[in-house]
T-cell receptor
């Protein structure tokens, strides 16, 4: 089977840096995606890592270590609008995504 | 540009009633289509996905079914709803890269 673990909640102040870790156990691993979901809204795609290393997209960066079955999403220069849930999702070799339970990020003034 | 439509936005249905949720995609051809369900405060559970007309793969045994009568139309159905079917139902599409999916606004279903 597959399992993903990520923290349930992280709280930080505006301007801070937050790291959301994701560990996974899966067969047929292809890559790791990250999605953001605001309360009541639809998830939106943030980033994808197929190879080891860091991918940077503006204030957000994502990292993958395939040998450690581990990845993280780094949110820099936190803004109030970053308050949302963040999901890691394993992309398997059968063309599907398996989502984690999500991490709620709370940004305080 | 591509857009995805889902309706209705909210739905309250009694136990044992039928269900039909529709999803349509505009601005792209031959997309992969997905139905997910999200329980409150939880992650997304993949229910069905389709790589083409009439091609449906089911991920979770349940009393739900899906159909894809047209290239850009995906329908989720049930003959008799259960209380456990309550949740947030999301339709999504992808084209070249299945790891990058685009979600519709969702339908919040409450079964009473």
């Amino acid at each position: 089977g597959q399992s993903l673990e990520q923290p349930s909640e992280v709280t930080a102040v505006e301007g801070a840096i937050v790291q959301i870790n994701c560990t996974y156990q899966t067969s047929g691993f292809y890559g790791l995606s990250w999605y953001q979901q605001h309360d009541g809204g639809a998830p939106t795609f943030l980033s994808y890592n197929a190879l080891d290393g860091l991918e940077e997209t503006g204030r957000f960066s994502s990292f993958l270590s395939r040998s450690d079955s581990y990845g993280y999403l780094l949110l820099q220069e936190l803004q109030m609008k970053d308050s949302a849930s963040y999901f890691c999702a394993v992309a398997d070799s059968w063309g599907k995504l398996q989502f984690g339970a999500g991490t709620q990020v709370v940004v305080t003034p | 540009s591509q857009t995805i439509h889902q309706w209705p936005a909210t739905l309250v249905q009694p136990v044992g009633s039928p269900l039909s949720l529709e999803c349509t995609v505009e601005g792209t051809s031959n997309p992969n289509l997905y139905w997910y369900r999200q329980a409150a405060g939880r992650g997304l559970q993949l229910l069905f996905y389709s790589v083409g007309i009439g091609q449906i793969s089911s991920e979770v045994p349940q009393n739900l079914s899906a159909s894809r009568p047209q290239d850009r139309q995906f329908i989720l159905s049930s003959k008799k709803l259960l209380l456990s079917d309550s949740g947030f139902y999301l339709c999504a599409w992808s084209v070249k890269s299945y790891y990058e999916q685009y979600f519709g606004p969702g339908t919040r279903l409450t079964v009473t």
